[in-house]
């Protein structure tokens, strides 16, 4: 399996279990606490897996571009 490829799903994964974290934040605010974690914690959870999703979306591109050119990773 090429890398482009496992950077994409991690990073769609990543993606999408940083929006629930946000969307459990926003419900934390209205009831003190999401599974133990509180709102804060929550959001600053939800903007690392941002971050980290839109870090492996770049690589993706970086390693398509790469294997497009036929350079060996």
Avoid at 21 to 33: D, E, Q, R, Y
Wanted: glycine content about 10%.
């Amino acid at each position: 399996m090429k890398l482009s490829k496992i950077f994409h799903v991690i990073g769609a994964i990543v993606g999408w279990v940083g929006v629930i974290a946000l969307l459990s934040a926003w419900f934390a605010s209205k009831n003190g606490l999401v599974l133990g974690m509180s709102e804060t914690h929550l959001f600053m959870d939800a903007i690392v897996l941002v971050l980290v999703a839109i870090w492996l979306q770049l690589g993706t591109i970086h390693h398509m571009m790469l294997e497009k050119t036929g350079e060996k990773i």
